[in-house]
């Protein structure tokens, strides 16, 4: 077999195995994984560095207005170069519907902006407004097209669908074989600290952590898999910031519950000590859920290594340190009036090999299940997250010895600061490809603008999930069908 591409001399590493071997590209497939392949239009010598599957972004906002209408820095071409300089060959940002919008306008609108990609791409819908219409013909629609996820929020004025609203989005994703995801605090818990805080004069940006309490995530993590439990649906817990939280997740899990989740760089390396820094430095590290403490940090670690989480996500929400972003109600707002969010999609993968493989915690197996392979069965990109034959040629060629500070250049992207900053990282991406083109070759951008495309994703494969029956609803069936 003669093949375009041949990656010879490296250790290819996938979410279950480590081996050497050579890897075989033709078109944009991989066709042949063997001990050595001869051949090659082009030949690639990996010289005994980390073959693995490209990564998968599954969490990240790009081009995407927030509620209160604060465009993100990053668009998709300049997204797009930030991920891949960080390993990515794929990703999948977020779609917002805002209220008063059609799902199929939602839709319109991010194909328009997505078409500067350099990788390929598809997004998780937002939905805040679950009207009869969105229920009944915009969802239906996305799904048949192949956006088979979705995320609901419970909290924020603008954004908060409620319990009911909530149970209406499972429902409907469930008979799609889609994916509902949650952003879950305690919307309730979360305004009454804000008023208490604000009596007392305590506004400063490191009152933001003490504004969402711990107490906030568990509870809304324990209900929405309480209502996705009523609702017999599957669910996707975003960015798991506190231990408690986890052990919901855990606990979901141990019962038979087709509950997902994640956490992020920014819960395990930062912490609530780095809001309280002088004048309005804090403010580049306000966030939701917001960074706790070291405590937490090696509690949500041990998660990552026993298995509560699927993947660890980035949550890049770019705002810059500017009236743009962060500072688009003044230099001394307070921080109840900061936009939420850090970037991080170019320091995920190299952050998360660093302190995850070179510092023990992790195997690399688990780092590309962490960051590719679990992403790409959870959302349905089938083609994707796996050396095999038959797989898209999404791969990332990593040096494992390499050792670097972090700083804002090398992100790619278009922020003014890194909350990543002066870290010390061993280990990158050397090589990026996606479907055998090179993105990113030794630190030099090969992708061009709109080489990506959408990826029409599959529904959720829930087997080895039973799920946990509810008496009431099993009796409401029967009586149904005796009726």
């Excluded at 090659?40 to 560095?49: F, K, V």
């Excluded at 820095?73 to 990515?88: K, P, V």
């Excluded at 970037?343 to 070179?358: C, D, E, H, M, N």
């Excluded at 796996?386 to 700083?407: H, L, Q, Y």
Aim: charged share 20%; aromatic share 6%; with cysteine.
């Amino acid at each position: 077999m003669e093949f375009d591409t041949v990656i010879h001399g490296g250790t290819i590493v996938t979410a279950s195995e480590q081996y050497r071997g050579d890897l075989g590209i033709s078109g944009e497939r991989i066709v042949a994984v063997a001990e050595r392949l001869d051949g090659g239009m082009r030949r690639i010598d990996a010289g005994g560095r980390l073959v693995m599957p490209g990564g998968i972004e599954a969490h990240a906002h790009i081009a995407q207005e927030s509620a209160s209408g604060i465009m993100t820095a990053d668009d998709y071409l300049s997204g797009s170069i930030s991920a891949a300089f960080g390993g990515n060959s794929s990703f999948i940002p977020f779609a917002a519907q805002h209220r008063g919008q059609t799902i199929d306008n939602v839709i319109a609108t991010y194909d328009a902006r997505a078409k500067t990609s350099i990788i390929d791409y598809s997004y998780h819908l937002i939905v805040s407004d679950p009207t009869e219409e969105t229920l009944n013909v915009g969802l239906p629609r996305a799904f048949a097209r192949g956006i088979t996820s979705l995320k609901v929020f419970t909290t924020y004025d603008l954004l908060n669908i409620g319990d009911a609203g909530m149970l209406d989005i499972l429902g409907v994703a469930r008979d799609h074989g889609a994916l509902t995801m949650v952003h879950a605090e305690n919307h309730a818990m979360i305004a009454w600290m804000n008023r208490e805080l604000a009596a007392r004069g305590m506004t400063a940006p490191k009152y933001h952590a003490i504004s969402r309490p711990e107490l906030a995530e568990e509870e809304a993590i324990n209900r929405a898999i309480l209502l996705a439990r009523l609702a017999n649906a599957p669910l996707f817990v975003v960015h798991v910031s506190t231990e408690a939280g986890a052990r919901h997740v855990q606990r979901a899990r141990a019962e038979g519950a087709p509950i997902f989740a994640e956490t992020c760089p920014q819960y395990l390396a930062l912490t609530r000590d780095d809001l309280d820094r002088p004048g309005m430095e804090g403010a580049k590290y306000i966030c939701s859920p917001p960074l706790r403490d070291a405590g937490t940090q090696d509690a949500l670690w041990r998660h990552v290594q026993t298995g509560t989480f699927d993947s660890v996500s980035s949550d890049h929400a770019p705002y810059r340190f500017d009236e743009t972003g962060k500072l688009m109600n003044g230099s001394n707002a307070p921080y109840s009036k900061i936009a939420n969010g850090l970037p991080g999609i170019a320091v995920r993968l190299p952050w998360l090999f660093s302190q995850g493989v070179i510092g023990g915690r992790i195997t690399p197996q688990q780092f590309v299940a962490f960051g590719a392979t679990n992403a790409a069965r959870i959302f349905g990109m089938t083609r994707k997250g796996r050396i095999a034959p038959g797989m898209d040629a999404d791969i990332a060629i990593w040096n494992p010895e390499t050792i670097r500070r972090v700083t804002l250049k090398d992100q790619h992207d278009k922020m003014d600061f890194t909350p990543f900053e002066g870290f010390e990282l061993t280990g990158e991406p050397e090589i990026v490809m996606t479907r055998g083109a090179l993105i990113v070759e030794h630190g030099k951008l090969r992708g061009k603008n709109g080489q990506g495309r959408f990826v029409a994703r599959g529904r959720l494969d829930v087997t080895g999930h039973p799920g946990v029956p509810v008496k009431e609803v099993a009796l409401m069936k029967t009586d149904e069908a005796n009726s």
